[in-house]
Each structure stands twice: as C-alpha cells, then as structure tokens.
C-alpha cells in the first residue's frame, strides 16, 4: 500500500501522485491541509524519512516566516507545534510505501519507492520529461 500526504494545490504533489497512478498503484491520499496532523503522526513521518521538523519546514507560500520559525534558535518543538496548528507548514508530498517513507521533493524522488517504473514518456505538469519513451528514467 502507499500513502501519499497530498496538497492537491501544489504541483510537485500533483506530478508525484500521477506518477504513483501511472504506475499502476491505487494510493491512499490524505489531503493533509484538510485532516490536519497529529503530532505522533508528523513526529512517525519525520523519524521514517529521516527529517526534523525543521528539515521538513515549508519555508514559501506558508506563514513560516510570519511566525518567526525561520529565526535561528527557533526550537524544534515550537515548528512541530506550529505545524499541528498550520497544517500549510509541513513540506510536502511525502509518501509512504514498503519500500520507504520520503519527502518526495522533486517529484521524481518518489520513483524510488514504486515497484514499478510508469511506462514512458511521462512528463511533469510544467512539460519536463521524466520517464523517455524507452521507460528510462531522464537525469
């Protein structure tokens, strides 16, 4: 199964959940901006990926910077606590699969985690080739 922590607003969310589904898998999506997260959740996620909360802070087009968490000393507490209360905060997709938990930024980190390669081409919103006609991944 995959899990993917989904903004259907964003881009790179969108381009990594075309390319789970152009893989053949049927993902769980959690629009984390409308459930909102629990903090032994993020906290599951961020240990999984290998990130702190600081790591895993949306630093643009979120209220980081209106919060004062992007001021040096800024504890690691007080982002995971701002995250809870704005969801936004969180850097996103990050995706969960048996092969691992990621933040898939850019989005073709999330090949990484799929058992199969999607068939080619395949091309991110902006028209970026990721997968060649030959089912190769580009770059």
């Known amino acids: 199964m995959i899990i993917i922590h989904h903004n259907p607003g964003c881009g790179t969310s969108r381009n990594v959940l075309s390319l789970i589904e152009a893989s053949g898998e049927t993902p769980v999506v959690?629009?984390?901006?409308?459930?909102?997260?629990?903090?032994?959740?993020?906290?599951?996620?961020?240990?999984?990926?290998?990130?702190?909360?600081?790591?895993?802070?949306?630093?643009?087009?979120s209220p980081a910077k209106e919060l004062g968490l992007l001021e040096p000393g800024v504890s690691e507490d007080l982002i995971l606590a701002a995250m809870l209360e704005h969801p936004i905060l969180v850097n996103r997709p990050?995706?969960?699969?048996?092969?691992?938990?990621?933040?898939?930024?850019?989005?073709?980190?999330?090949?990484?985690?799929?058992?199969?390669?999607?068939?080619?081409p395949f091309y991110k919103e902006d028209g970026e080739m990721l997968i060649n006609e030959k089912g190769e991944r580009i770059g």
């Open 94 to 120: 990050i995706v969960c699969s048996p092969k691992g938990v990621r933040l898939c930024r850019p989005s073709e980190t999330v090949l990484d985690l799929l058992d199969r390669i999607p068939p080619g």
């Open 30 to 61: 959690i629009d984390y901006l409308t459930e909102g997260w629990t903090r032994s959740q993020l906290l599951g996620l961020f240990v999984a990926a290998g990130l702190t909360p600081r790591a895993a802070l949306r630093e643009t087009k």
